[in-house]
C-alpha cells in the first residue's frame, strides 16, 4: 500500500481523564479505608451502617448533580452496590446477636475505679478483654454490655459484687465461670444465689455473633 503525503491525518485522540464514577468510587474507597484503618488502631468508634449509608447518600448527590449533562451508569452501579452492602450489613445485625460496633483487633480494658468504668465494651472483629476486678461497684445495680461480632470476649468480675449473666452467641461457645454451653442460638443465663438481695449488683449482658464468651 502507497502512502500519500497529501492524504489528511487521522485525527490525535486525547486521553481521557477519570470519569465522575470513577472519582467518587475513589473517593468512597479513601473515607472506608481511613475509616477502617481508624478502627484497627483503635482511634475512633466507626458507626459502620451509618457510614455506609452516607456514602450512598454522596452518590445519591452526584448522580442528582449530574442528571442530563452525562451518563451515569457508573455511579448507578456504585449506588446499587452500596445498597446491597448496606441491606446485608443490616440484615447480618438483625441474625446475629452482636451489633456492628466497635474495632479490629485485640483489645485490653482494665478500668481502675468506678468513674473509669464504661457502660459499653465493643469489638466488630477479634479478642476483648475486659477486667473488672479493680472496679468497686457502688450500691445498686450496674449494667455493662460487651458483644463481639466475630472473636472472643472474656469479662474478668470482682469478687466483692454479685453477678448475673445474660449471654447470647449467634454461633459458639459460652463460658459462665463453670458452666459451659454451645452450639447455634447459645442463649445463657448466670446468677449468684444472693443476687436479689446483694447490695451492690453487677449485670453483664453479653452478646456475640460467631465466637466465644467467657465470664470468670
Known amino acids: 500500500m502507497s502512502y500519500d503525503p497529501f ?14 464514577a470513577q472519582i467518587t468510587l475513589g473517593a468512597i474507597l479513601i473515607v472506608l479505608g481511613a475509616a477502617w484503618l481508624l478502627a484497627a488502631l483503635d482511634i475512633a468508634t466507626i458507626p459502620w451502617r451509618g457510614l455506609l449509608a452516607a456514602a450512598l447518600i454522596v452518590v445519591g448527590l452526584v448522580v442528582a448533580a449530574m442528571a442530563g449533562r452525562e451518563r451515569h451508569g457508573g455511579i ?5 452496590i452500596l445498597t446491597i452492602v448496606l441491606a446485608l450489613a443490616s440484615t447480618a445485625e438483625g441474625i446475629l446477636d452482636a451489633p456492628l460496633a466497635g474495632g479490629i483487633g485485640e483489645r485490653d ?30 450500691a445498686g445495680e450496674t449494667t455493662v454490655q460487651v458483644s463481639v461480632m466475630i472473636g472472643q470476649a472474656i469479662v474478668h468480675t470482682p469478687d466483692e ?27 445463657a443465663t448466670y446468677a449468684d444465689a444472693e443476687y436479689a438481695a ?7 449482658e453479653i452478646t456475640g455473633g460467631f465466637g466465644r464468651l467467657e465470664v470468670e
Open 7 to 20: 492524504a489528511p491525518e487521522s485525527p490525535v485522540k486525547e486521553p481521557r481523564g477519570p470519569s465522575v
Open 76 to 80: 448507578m452501579a456504585i449506588g446499587v
Open 109 to 138: 480494658f482494665a478500668p481502675r475505679s468506678f468513674d473509669d468504668l464504661e457502660s459499653e465494651y465493643r469489638l466488630l472483629i477479634g479478642d476483648l478483654d475486659v477486667d473488672l476486678q479493680s472496679v468497686t461497684f457502688p
Open 161 to 187: 459484687v454479685a453477678v448475673a449473666v445474660d449471654a447470647k452467641v449467634t454461633g459458639g461457645e459460652v463460658v459462665l465461670f463453670d458452666q459451659s454451653q454451645n452450639g447455634f442460638d447459645v442463649d
Open 198 to 204: 446483694a447490695t451492690n449488683r453487677l449485670r453483664l
